[in-house]
């Protein structure tokens, strides 16, 4: 299943981890690790942050992507569920059946 990650770094111990001469490296481990489709580096309500594309085939693979930042960048990491437009054309049949049931 294909998520959204939004992870946020609060400015400490953000400041001192970006001044690590080894932070690009840590930072491409870590992607290649959690096997990051995209990487979109931005500001999260003020703090340094980025959004990560994942694709993980079970649940129990959610702390693969968090803890690394967790650990190391003092991050919050929340999930959005996403789908592709292959994705949501596959679900037809489930919106279809929800409208039926549901819509008016």
């Given at each position: 299943?294909?998520?959204?990650?939004?992870?946020?770094?609060?400015?400490?111990?953000?400041?001192?981890?970006?001044?690590?001469?080894?932070?690009g490296i840590k930072m491409k481990q870590i992607l290649e690790e959690v096997k990051a489709e995209a990487a979109y580096f931005t500001t999260i309500d003020g703090c340094r942050g980025v959004y990560l594309v994942?694709?993980?085939?079970?649940?129990?693979?959610?702390?693969?992507?968090?803890?690394?930042?967790?650990?190391?960048?003092?991050?919050?990491?929340?999930?959005?569920?996403?789908m592709t437009p292959q994705d949501l054309n596959s679900a037809t049949a489930y919106i279809d059946a929800a409208s039926r049931k549901w819509g008016n």
């Open positions: 299943m294909r998520f959204i990650a939004k992870i946020k770094f609060p400015n400490e111990p953000g400041n001192d981890r970006i001044k690590d001469p080894e932070f994942v694709n993980l085939t079970d649940n129990n693979q959610l702390p693969l992507v968090a803890e690394p930042f967790f650990l190391w960048l003092n991050a919050t990491v929340e999930y959005f569920p996403v």
